[in-house]
């Protein structure tokens, strides 16, 4: 079993090549290859939302020398070990907050729906071959 996004992607791609060699249609390899650039771009996302930390600063505010604490604005960060997703200086690549992870939540619908759709043209078009032809394959 494939689990991670770029192993996964390569070996579509490598299907997809033999595939498209026995059945031309340049419209759909360009449609698998748009969905598969997409596909890396959104499992980076996703670990990032997956193995992120959440986090919020603790601000006060200070009346008559009182500190007054003021609500906490929460943010998903990465985890203090994910070197590759932090400077040097500890700076984060990337906080996220909510509007943010609902965008990708819906980016990440937009893509499954765009796979659903092409896996139907993938099929309508095999199956538009002569059983002849599809049963060498």
């Given at each position: 079993t494939l689990t991670a996004?770029?192993?996964?992607s390569k070996m579509i791609q490598a299907a997809a090549e033999v595939f498209f060699f026995?059945?031309?249609?340049?419209?759909?390899?360009?449609?698998?290859?748009?969905?598969?650039?997409?596909?890396?771009?959104?499992?980076?996302?996703?670990n990032e939302i997956a193995h992120g930390i959440v986090m919020g600063p603790s601000l006060h505010k200070i009346e008559n020398n009182v500190a007054i604490p003021l609500p906490i604005k929460w943010y998903l960060f990465p985890a203090s070990h994910s070197t590759k997703k932090q400077s040097v200086?500890?700076?984060a690549q990337f906080q996220f907050n909510s509007k943010t992870i609902d965008k990708y939540a819906k980016a990440f619908d937009g893509l499954h729906a765009d796979i659903i759709a092409f896996r139907n043209d993938l099929i309508a078009f095999?199956?538009?071959?002569?059983?002849?032809?599809r049963a060498q394959y």
């Amino acid at each position: 079993t494939l689990t991670a996004t770029q192993p996964r992607s390569k070996m579509i791609q490598a299907a997809a090549e033999v595939f498209f060699f026995h059945f031309p249609n340049e419209t759909l390899s360009k449609r698998l290859t748009q969905i598969l650039m997409i596909y890396g771009d959104a499992g980076g996302r996703r670990n990032e939302i997956a193995h992120g930390i959440v986090m919020g600063p603790s601000l006060h505010k200070i009346e008559n020398n009182v500190a007054i604490p003021l609500p906490i604005k929460w943010y998903l960060f990465p985890a203090s070990h994910s070197t590759k997703k932090q400077s040097v200086h500890m700076k984060a690549q990337f906080q996220f907050n909510s509007k943010t992870i609902d965008k990708y939540a819906k980016a990440f619908d937009g893509l499954h729906a765009d796979i659903i759709a092409f896996r139907n043209d993938l099929i309508a078009f095999y199956n538009s071959f002569p059983e002849t032809q599809r049963a060498q394959y």
